[in-house]
């Protein structure tokens, strides 16, 4: 049985976004590693003045990243991502690797076509302007607000905010958007591969970004594969799932899943 937990998050976010599901994880003995996506390390505060390392980031590089990171390791881990970190979690089990994955909240892989008018306005912010695709943009906290944090009042907002809100390097949502147009898209996934490691996506039932309808479909995108796929909805968790009161349950499940599908 796998040991080794590796968490990848999402836009807008870096590795500190995963910090109570580490301690979470690590107290029950397992090896968690929750690395940013690469020149996204460090503080908050310093990214949000200084965006030129990650400023041109894109999919391909992050996926190059952890591929790197995984690859290192001694025994297959179990792959964790949240939105965007969902979506590469499905793309990096899809190569062979993994024990096994969980995608929370994911983002949209190649081949899902309808997106939620709310997954539409969230990633407005860095679409609006062609220029984003190669810089990286900040959300304000109105729109922080949201896109993540929808069931908490402005101040509690504003605490998650000031903690975890970083730049989003335009460039992985361009990416994101245009997966459907691109023969080579780097999301792209075999729906009907029978040999990848078993998948659990988990969906939130007020998220604005991903919403479960959203998360749902791309379940029934793997009808044809005959590996273990299987769908779990939380009701009341917004895409601040990974903090939101009530974390804990989600954290748990994922992890339980994930450590007996791996066997």
């Known amino acids: 049985m796998t040991g080794t937990v590796v968490l990848i998050h999402g836009l807008w976010m870096n590795g500190r976004s995963w910090e109570r599901w580490v301690d979470r994880y690590q107290e029950r003995g397992l090896e968690v590693l929750a690395p940013s996506?690469?020149?996204?390390?460090?503080?908050?505060?310093?990214?949000?003045?200084?965006?030129?390392?990650f400023d041109d980031l894109g999919i391909e590089a992050i996926l190059d990243h952890y591929t790197e990171i995984?690859?290192?390791?001694?025994?297959p881990p179990i792959v964790m991502g949240h939105s965007f970190g969902g979506a590469f979690t499905q793309v990096l089990i899809d190569r062979g690797l993994g024990a096994a994955g969980v995608a929370i909240d994911p983002a949209p892989v190649k081949g899902m076509?309808?997106?939620?008018?709310?997954?539409?306005?969230s990633g407005f912010p860095i679409l609006k302007n062609p220029a984003n695709r190669h810089r990286a943009v900040a959300l304000t906290e109105k729109e922080f607000h949201y896109a993540f944090t929808n069931t908490l009042d402005e101040d509690e907002s504003r605490e998650v905010f000031e903690r975890y809100a970083v730049p989003g390097p335009g460039r992985v949502l361009f990416e994101g958007a245009l997966a459907n147009l691109a023969p080579h898209s780097p999301l792209t996934v075999d729906f009907a591969n029978g040999d990848r490691a078993p998948l659990l996506l988990i969906a939130g039932g007020v998220d604005h970004v991903s919403p479960q309808s959203l998360t749902r479909?791309?379940?029934r995108h793997y009808e044809e594969s005959g590996a273990v796929t299987e769908f779990e909805a939380f009701e009341g968790r917004s895409h601040y799932?990974?903090?939101?009161?009530?974390?804990?349950?989600?954290?748990?499940?994922?992890?339980d899943w994930a450590l007996a599908a791996a066997g």
């Open 37 to 53: 996506w690469p020149g996204m390390d460090g503080d908050v505060e310093a990214l949000r003045a200084d965006t030129s390392a």
């Open 241 to 255: 799932t990974l903090g939101q009161e009530g974390w804990e349950a989600v954290a748990d499940r994922a992890i």
């Open 70 to 75: 995984i690859g290192g390791l001694p025994e």
């Open 113 to 121: 076509l309808a997106l939620p008018a709310s997954t539409l306005r």
């Open 217 to 219: 479909s791309n379940f």
